[in-house]
């Protein structure tokens, strides 16, 4: 593993906190999700100081589950006790058996929760905010680097869902008339999550598998769903299995990213590959209906090229060209520019640059100087590319800069 190992503590406290998260909401309600949160929070620091020195326990899940239940119901009898504001009759702790609540309806619990937090009356990017701070534990300034957006304007998002979801029944299937539209909200909520475990914006490393590990289970629970599974579905778990099994190329043995086209895809996972490749062409059936089969499509044919030099880059700028299409963004106008570098040579790229209008985020983000930086390396500007690398350099994320402060060295 490539990887720094950051031990079985952490996998546990991140890969079980949505699960125990939603079988709670499920059992008190959306509307007590601050209480719930705060109650996992306690058994979680209680839990991690008797972990720290007799080690992880066998049951692990079902010990925080069943610590944060009774911190819950506590708190609910206080209420109920000192304030008399909340009204509902004491809770009964009898009926807790932890290990059988989490193996028997767990899956239902996190999807039922996901599909509640994608309720229509909620804007999308609320709906994302609360699952992922909500369901997969991100903090907020975790989701303001993801969503390009402020930590502010990410609390405002939180709120206005979790406001909205205290009138939301997590009982209630929804009619088959809502299922698409919940659908794919669902599915986008698990890409930004996966995004966020494979590009990873916070902490010191490249990757965060676990939550890459945790959007794939996710993925193949929708899929698995006979009403949640769909074309987009299984597009969306072949495009994350077809970057997942380049998970160790990415990354050095000193924990360093490594661009792709220094990778090597002798180190990438030939069986999962196949597999995804067997998952996309099943999603592709009826055509490339989203932009999840178009990104898989992309994934595919670089996860298949022999090497760097051998990809097909006409394909990948035709397929990038389509994603335009289906779904404008300037990012993706700014890849379709350097898989057209890469086709037709570097000016090209930059001709085609040029004739964008990118909106002022990414006009001065490091990922667009690092883009014009390797333009003009390649095309022999040195200059160029040393005054576009040291504007790259100095507002990109700790991981970028490093791989950046490389080739910026390699000017010299």
């Not at 502010?152 to 406001?163: L, S």
Request: charged residues 30%.
């Amino acid at each position: 593993m490539s990887t720094r190992d950051h031990g079985p503590l952490e996998l546990v406290l991140r890969h079980e906190h949505g699960r125990i998260v939603a079988s709670l909401m499920r059992e008190f309600g959306a509307h007590r999700l601050a209480i719930v949160e705060d109650a996992i929070g306690q058994a979680l620091l209680e839990g991690t100081t008797a972990w720290r020195t007799r080690g992880v326990p066998p049951h692990a899940r079902a010990w925080i589950h069943r610590a944060a239940r009774h911190r819950v119901i506590d708190e609910l009898r206080r209420r109920h006790r000192e304030e008399g504001l909340d009204g509902a009759p004491e809770p009964a702790v009898a009926a807790d058996d932890g290990e059988a609540a989490l193996a028997g309806d767990v899956h239902d619990d996190e999807l039922r929760a996901l599909f509640a937090c994608a309720e229509p009356s909620i804007p999308l990017a609320s709906q994302i905010v609360f699952a992922l701070r909500g369901l997969c534990g991100f903090s907020t300034r975790e989701i303001a680097m993801r969503l390009v957006t402020s930590e502010a304007n990410v609390q405002k998002r939180f709120e206005r869902a979790r406001d909205r979801l205290r009138e939301v029944d997590l009982q209630r299937v929804p009619d088959a008339s809502e299922w698409p539209d919940r659908a794919d909200a669902v599915l986008r909520m698990i890409y930004v999550l996966f995004t966020e475990g494979y590009f990873a914006s916070s902490g010191d490393r490249v990757l965060r598998l676990e939550l890459c590990r945790e959007a794939l289970r996710l993925a193949e629970l929708v899929v698995a769903h006979p009403r949640a599974s769909s074309s987009n579905a299984l597009a969306l778990l072949a495009l994350m299995r077809l970057h997942h099994a380049r998970r160790d190329a990415r990354v050095d043995a000193e924990g360093e990213p490594v661009a792709i086209e220094e990778q090597d895809r002798r180190r990438y996972h030939r069986r999962e590959l196949v597999e995804a490749l067997d998952v996309l062409q099943t999603a592709t059936r009826g055509g490339l209906a989203s932009k999840y089969h178009i990104e898989a499509a992309i994934a595919a044919e670089h996860a298949f090229a022999p090497n760097f030099e051998a990809t097909r880059w006409a394909t990948i700028h035709g397929l990038y060209q389509r994603l335009v299409q289906l779904e404008p963004s300037p990012l993706h106008e700014l890849h379709a520019a350097i898989a057209l570098s890469y086709a037709e040579g570097p000016g090209a790229g930059l001709a085609h640059l040029e004739k964008t209008r990118p909106p002022t985020w990414l006009r001065e983000s490091h990922l667009w100087l690092a883009t014009y930086a390797d333009l003009h390396r390649r095309l022999g500007d040195l200059d160029r590319a040393r005054e576009y690398y040291d504007r790259a350099l100095a507002i990109a994320p700790e991981n970028e800069r490093r791989m950046l402060s490389r080739r910026r060295a390699a000017l010299a």
